[in-house]
Structure formats: C-alpha cells, structure tokens
DNA sequence: GCGACAG
DNA sequence: ATCTTGTCGC
C-alpha cells in the first residue's frame, strides 16, 4: 500500500502510554481532502474471537463518489496487548497494519471504528494510524470514550461539538434520523469540521458510513470462518 | 474510595 | 469486542 514508519508495538501499557505523548506531536489536526479529490477510501475495522484467541484485522477500499468496494485486505494475530481503554490502538493497529499491507491501493482516507483525536492523551487509533501511514485519517466510534457533548437533535446531519480541556476536538453526529449518533473525531491531516462532512457524505443508509460497515462485515465473515473450523 | 471507561 | 435466543417491526 504505501510506506509506513515502523513503530514498536510488544510494549508495556506504561511504556505505551508514553509512546503516546510523543506521537501526539506529530498528529496535524486541520485541512482534510476536498470531497471533489476523494478517490479511494479505507474502511477498518477489526473483531476479536475468544475461543481461539485471535484478533480478525480488515480493510476495504472503496471508490468514490459511488462508494463501490474495490479492494480488500485482511489479516489474523493473536493480541499481543490487553484491551485497555485509551490504548486501543496497541490491541488493533498490528492486524490491520498487517491488513494494511496486503492491500495495493493507496487510500486518499483512512476511516477507523475508534476515536482520533477525541482521546486523553489526543492520539487515538485513527491518529495513531494516520501519523504512521502520512494518511488523512478520521475515527468514527459508536460510544464516547473522553469528553463533554449535548445530544445533537434528532435528524439526520444534525451534529453538536465534542469538548475536552476547553476544546473542540469532534463530534457528535447524527448519521440516522432518530438513532443513537456516532463520535467523529479527526485522526490526522483533516479539521474537525471537514471531518464531520466527509463521515456524513460516507452515510447513505445505515448509522455507521459505508467503508466502516464493509470493514466490518469482512473481519466478521472471517471470524465466523475461523470460529467454526 | 467512587465512577468512567473506544473495541 | 464477545457471550447468547428470541422477538418486535419495517
């Protein structure tokens, strides 16, 4: 796919922590792709299968602006990193770098299932990734992992700010008429605001956007795979 | 000590 | 995230 810094995963969670505070130095919140420019976007999205212990990494790449899967990539290792919140992307980022790789398009998006800079230390799996891979990345997260919102009105568009520290650092979107909203938040190379549009422009029908969902459904389907053989 | 806590 | 069955509704 494309060159990525090396980064030393087998750490402690301390030692993670502080791994952290360092990348979040190089993590640029601002500007972002003109939608017009957009050609290929990265959903990712990774499932974890307890009776075997391995973790299903996948990526799709879809082509715009009519959003139709044009590669896919896909990866299996057992978790070498505990889940713990705020560190999630020592847990996942192996098995999707490693998915990453057996991609050959170069994506001109990244779009990770997990926060970006809505996170306590600013760095979250979609910076994390976007910083390594020199991509313009945005986290979209189900749930809300650090920071203060007012629960955007009901229809679909409508979006209120996530604050931490005094600071806009998201979103919080409603990608569905009346359901449950998702936490955007920048990951690298792109504002919160353009972050917003651009999630927004990637949900046709469902609450989570299309390169999400399609990452999704390929590491679930591996999962399945595995979990029955 | 208590509550919060991406996936 | 996963463990789990059916159920209500478009």
């Not at 974890?48 to 044009?70: E, K, N, S, T, Y």
């Not at 931490?164 to 190379?189: D, E, I």
């Not at 549009?197 to 299309?210: G, I």
Request: glycine residues 10%.
């Amino acid at each position: 796919m494309k060159q990525v810094i090396p980064f030393p995963w087998d750490v402690s969670p301390a030692e993670a922590t502080r791994l952290q505070e360092k990348l979040r130095e190089r993590v640029v919140v601002a500007g972002g792709p003109a939608p017009e420019d957009l050609r290929l976007v990265a959903g990712l999205d990774v499932s974890f299968c307890r009776r075997r212990g391995l973790l299903f990494g996948a990526v799709v790449i879809l082509r715009l602006p009519d959003l139709i899967v044009v590669e896919e990539g896909a990866a299996v290792l057992p978790p070498t990193f505990p889940y713990v919140p705020g560190l999630l992307a020592f847990r996942e980022g192996p098995v999707l770098l490693s998915a990453l790789r057996k991609i050959a398009s170069v994506p001109d998006l990244l779009v990770c299932d997990g926060q970006g800079i809505a996170h306590p230390r600013g760095v979250g799996i979609a910076s994390h990734l976007g910083v390594l891979l020199g991509t313009p990345a945005i986290g979209v997260a189900k749930s809300r992992l650090v920071g203060d919102y007012e629960m955007p009105p009901p229809a679909k568009g409508a979006a209120s700010p996530l604050f931490l520290n005094g600071k806009v650092v998201g979103s919080v979107v409603r990608t569905r008429a009346g359901v449950k909203p998702v936490f955007v938040s920048p990951g690298h190379l792109v504002g919160v605001d353009a972050a917003t549009r651009l999630v927004l422009s990637l949900c046709t029908r469902f609450r989570l956007p299309e390169p999400v969902r399609a990452a999704h459904n390929l590491s679930r389907r591996l999962f399945q795979r595995y979990a029955s053989e």
